[in-house]
């Protein structure tokens, strides 16, 4: 069982439709954030999806910052 946790609201594929995916995910051990680009190295986003992988980090560092604030009380 993986401590990661994927944020399911984001679904972001390369513009050039190569099929090329990211995922965010939260660790829920330690409050880590995993950005991952899947099958390759890189990926071009238009604006709009740009702005929803901004988001899900904005929403995966606001999970790990209580998670690891849980961790050290």
Do not use: C, K, Y
Not at 12 to 28: H, K, P, S
Not at 44 to 67: C, F, M, T, W
């Amino acid at each position: 069982m993986s401590a990661f946790s994927s944020d399911l609201g984001l679904s972001v594929q390369d513009a050039t439709g190569n099929g090329t995916e990211i995922d965010v995910a939260t660790n829920l051990l330690n409050g880590d954030i995993r950005l991952s680009i899947l099958w390759t190295q890189e990926i071009l986003l238009s604006p709009d999806d740009a702005e929803q992988v901004a988001q899900a980090l904005h929403r995966a560092a606001q999970q790990g910052r209580g998670i690891a604030a849980d961790a050290r009380h």
